[in-house]
């Protein structure tokens, strides 16, 4: 699915609301392929609006392929194309880094050197602002985008590797075939709205949810050698954290079961 449709649902409309509820309950499997939406009526009661914007968003997920509308039969879900997510082992890290980088394709969308924003630098460590090389790739499983990514990179370790080798291979692997020793990361997991420069690329409607992670990598002397801004499509990709449960009596708690965790991968 593309997000052009979603120019026919101005930002922030009760119409453009309606659509991405429901658009995101096909999508996440709770509307599944078959089921029969309530009546118009009730959807404008349920939510708060008129009938003439539910009439709006379910043309626009009509037009999406998301659901069929007949006369008098009422209105099916078409469930979405399963996809395949794209997982990975935190205990096996770097191979799976290489390995998922080679069964997937990567378009590269923008390449240039610029000062670092405040928020990286703050971010890597650096007392000043440096000159980096940024990227921003969209990584694909069988030709659909599921993830959006921009990095920044010290140009002095940028310069090692030319725009050709990032569409072609993984960061990861052109960080280490560079002399970088990489030591540790760390990332945080939050969610966000997708944005008209981000949506079309990812093939999703303006205003879609989706997962936002940003890591931060260091050598072994502790420098930022990369800053990661990824984007995921929840329909492509989930993080799955298995729970251990530890202690004694009172103080009994959950704990992550270190070593099972999957998720994705850049």
Known sequence: MSGQNDVTLPRGTKAQGLYLALRDQIM???????????TEQRLAESHGVSRVTVRKALDVLAD???????AGSGTTVCGPVDHQ????????LMPQLVEIGNKTTVRLLSFS?????DYVTR?????????????????????????????????DIAENYSENDLATQPLFSLLE????????AHQTVSATLALPEVAQPLGVAVGSALLSLDRVVRDLAGNGVEYLSALYRPDMFRLEMPLT??????????????????GDVQ
């Open 177 to 184: 075939r560079s002399g970088v020793k990489i030591i540790d």
């Open 123 to 155: 971010a890597m460590g650096w007392g000043t602002r440096q000159t980096v090389q940024v990227a921003t790739r969209v990584r694909l499983v069988e030709k659909t985008p599921f993830s959006h990514l921009t990095t920044y990179v010290p140009a």
């Open 28 to 38: 996440s499997g709770r509307l599944s392929d078959g089921d029969t939406l309530p």
């Open 85 to 92: 997510c794209a997982a990975m082992n935190f205990n096996t």
């Open 64 to 70: 999406a392929g998301l659901i069929k509308r007949r």
């Open 113 to 117: 050197y610029e000062i670092s924003p």
């Open 245 to 262: 449960r530890v202690g004694q009596e009172n103080e009994r708690h959950w704990e992550p079961a270190i070593g099972q965790m999957n």
